[in-house]
């Protein structure tokens, strides 16, 4: 199939997680013999930290403004198969126009920010989507399931709402050698954000400072200047993905929190959260509803609901335990969340529709 896509971003990844999301569900489809084409907008926090400025998988094409592409973007979709948009499209309304006035064979949204959306359109804004374009999509694919999908075609019409949560890629995240650079106790990897703060300093500052001894790192850009770290914190502003496996293969725990909006709506893994397993990490997370679904508490995960839990475990657990935990979330990602079995989940989603056309 030829498949046509509109995101954030696929060739940087600094301080958003849609680039490791669609190079991983864009390297599977290519590997299965689809031809990718992604349309990305130029923005400057981007063009100045592009870690693949030229996807081997896909064709990447980089545009100023949307005038100056809307002829291509026309041309690339008259013979699409599928045409997907996905959220925080920065012209995102205006592809979302173009996709439903198109004659692609099967025409999707993928909300990789599901909770998020769903609260805007609640509210009235339509950033990226507007609440009737919603209906238009033979399906909409989300990174939240559970109860919201229903929410989506009940209140929203959408066609079909199905899950296509994020997946890790199996020869990029995989068990590996230590680095002695990114060797803790206990690792935090995420970008800043206001209403996960309050948790990164229950789960990871707190236990920080009852650790002195202990080493604890976080690597994350747009933390704000004025936040005090305990001393025995190491901070990485940027991590680029080619060394996220050696940092959560060096990581005896490493820590995973939500933001608000997903825990609310629960059904909500984030693509570090599988990452991590697919490098055998063992993972301490917060609570949200759902996460049995994916991970087995207490066998495949640990459960935090406060800062004693976090030291509890960074204190008590054997090496024995730790490793048993890591390589029993690495058996349950790699049956079940790869990025081969999304493409397979993807396929089987558009498949019809485009058939049928």
């Known amino acids: 199939m030829k498949i046509v896509i509109f995101g954030l971003s696929i060739t940087s990844s600094w301080g958003n997680g849609h680039a490791t999301t669609y190079r991983s569900l864009a390297r599977a489809l290519r590997a299965r013999g689809h031809k990718i084409l992604f349309f990305e907008k130029d923005q400057e926090w981007y063009a100045s930290n592009r870690d693949m400025p030229e996807p081997p998988f896909c064709d990447a094409r980089i545009y100023g403004n949307w005038s100056d592409i809307e002829p291509v973007v026309r041309r690339e979709l008259r013979d699409a198969d599928v045409a997907m948009v996905g959220s925080y499209c920065p012209d995102g309304l205006l592809a979302i126009n173009e996709v439903l006035n198109s004659r692609a064979g099967a025409k999707a949204f993928y909300d990789i920010d599901t909770p998020i959306t769903m609260a ?101 850009p747009q933390y704000p200047e004025g936040l005090f770290w305990p001393r025995n914190v190491e901070r990485i502003v940027h991590l680029e993905p080619r060394f996220h496996p050696a940092f959560f293969c060096s990581s005896r725990l490493t820590l995973n929190l939500t933001r608000r909006e997903m825990v609310q709506a629960g059904y909500s893994p984030s693509v570090r959260l599988f990452e991590a397993a ?80």
């Not at 066609?159 to 296509?164: C, K, M």
């Not at 609570?287 to 995960?301: C, D, L, M, V, Y």
């Not at 890591?326 to 790869?338: F, K, L, Q, T």
Request: glycine share 8%; aromatic share 10%; hydrophobic share 35%.
């Open 278 to 357: 697919g490098c055998g990490a063992t993972i301490v997370s917060d609570r949200w509803k759902g996460i049995e679904t994916f991970f087995a508490p207490g066998e495949e995960i640990l459960i935090a609901n406060s800062s004693s839990d976090v030291i509890g475990y960074v204190s008590n657990l054997s090496e024995e335990e730790v490793r048993r935990i890591g390589r029993n979330a690495h058996e349950r990602v790699v049956a079940e969340h790869s990025s081969t079995r999304r493409a397979l989940q993807f396929e089987e989603a558009v498949n019809c529709r485009v058939a049928s056309n």
């Open 120 to 220: 805007k359109l609640h509210s009235g804004d339509d950033e990226y989507i507007k609440p009737e374009q919603v209906r238009g999509f033979d399906v909409y694919f989300s990174f939240t399931g559970g109860p919201l999908l229903r929410q989506l075609e009940s209140e929203y019409g959408a066609q079909t709402a199905v899950p296509l949560y994020c997946s890790f890629d199996p020869d990029k995240y995989r068990l590996c050698e230590s680095q002695s650079r990114f060797v803790c106790d206990l690792s935090y990897m995420g970008t800043y954000a206001e209403d996960r703060q309050p948790k990164l300093e229950e789960l990871f500052c707190i236990p920080a400072r009852s650790l002195p001894e202990r080493k604890f790192l976080l690597a994350g």
